[in-house]
């Protein structure tokens, strides 16, 4: 049975985006009218209703950063007491000290992106067809329903597609390609040139 939340929009054609219930309208790869004409379908199924809300992420994340002043303090504490004419010790523990902070930052970091889905109530990539979402302000994992590709019927995934990049040349000759944007997309495995970018805000607010 599909959740009510299950009908979701996408997509772009000739720069716009046009929103239908789980529908997808072809991108910009064809050209043919036939082809522009097809759409794409995916279903979202909660797998994980979390109790997890804005309200709760927001505190996390203020305790959270009142607790990593403690680490920080600790970390510069030769450096206040240099300032403060007090003799300095050596302490071989700092190094605890640094590894807490580096884990309540990533902690912090980690709590502000969920904040910041469960506020705006969108729908984001996982792995393996999953999707974490924050409709109805609330974390919720879902397991994302593909329908076959319309233009040849091949599988279909549900990833972040990189659709702009830069390539950067290093004095030694070597060239590294950097990803400046990604985008939540469906994908054919079949042909990657079949793919529709998916609007991660598809779900009406009630």
Request: net charge positive; proline share 4%.
């Amino acid at each position: 049975m599909r959740d009510k939340y299950s009908k979701s929009n996408i997509n772009n054609v000739s720069g716009n985006i046009f929103n239908a219930p789980t529908n997808i309208v072809a991108g910009n790869n064809y050209s043919k009218e036939a082809e522009e004409d097809k759409v794409a379908s995916y279903t979202p199924e909660p797998v994980w209703r979390s109790p997890i809300t804005m309200a709760m992420l927001s505190w996390m994340g203020f305790i959270i950063s009142l607790i990593g002043l403690f680490p920080i303090y600790k970390m510069f504490e030769s450096v206040i007491n240099l300032i403060t004419n007090k003799s300095i010790k050596v302490d071989l523990n700092n190094n605890i000290y640094i590894i807490i902070f580096a884990v309540l930052f990533i902690l912090f970091v980690l709590v502000l992106c969920l904040r910041n889905i469960t506020k705006k109530e969108t729908r984001h990539p996982l792995f393996f067809n999953y999707a974490i979402s924050g409709l109805g302000r609330k974390i919720t994992i879902e397991k994302i329903h593909i329908d076959k590709c319309p233009i040849c019927g091949g599988t279909m995934k549900y990833f972040n597609k990189a659709v702009e990049w830069r390539d950067i040349t290093y004095s030694d000759g070597r060239t590294k390609r950097e990803v400046t944007k990604k985008v939540s997309a469906l994908q054919c495995k079949r042909n990657s040139n079949h793919w529709y970018e998916v609007d991660p805000a598809a779900d009406k607010l009630k």
